[in-house]
């Protein structure tokens, strides 16, 4: 059962490819609806959502969150990249990349 503030990504259906990966917050507990599914509010999501099409994601498994760098050539910001030993950002204008500093 999926619970309010679970983290979840869409699995096996046509908005998963859309949303390609998105982590959503589920914005409600799963219930059952008046169709019978079990559905689910998600944040910024309009309407609820089938339970069986979503996914929990652990987020305690990701090593650390990456913030975004201003790049050096233009004005965009970079987007951090883990590559294990090494951590580096790329640019969401320009594909400038720089090593980042630990």
Not at 11 to 37: L, P, V
Not at 69 to 86: I, P, S
Request: charged share 25%; hydrophobic share 30%; proline share 1%.
């Amino acid at each position: 059962m999926l619970k309010k503030g679970d983290k979840v990504v869409m699995h096996t259906c046509g908005e998963a490819g859309h949303y390609n990966g998105k982590i959503w917050t589920c914005k409600t507990d799963q219930y059952k609806a008046s169709s019978g599914s079990q559905v689910v509010f998600l944040e910024g999501f309009s309407g609820y959502f089938l339970a069986e099409y979503l996914q929990i994601v652990h987020l305690e498994n990701v090593e650390k969150e990456i913030k975004p760098t201003e790049c050096y050539r233009c004005d965009g910001k970079g987007v951090g990249l883990d590559w294990g030993a090494m951590t580096f950002w790329e640019c969401d204008v320009c594909k400038g990349t720089g090593e980042l500093e630990n």
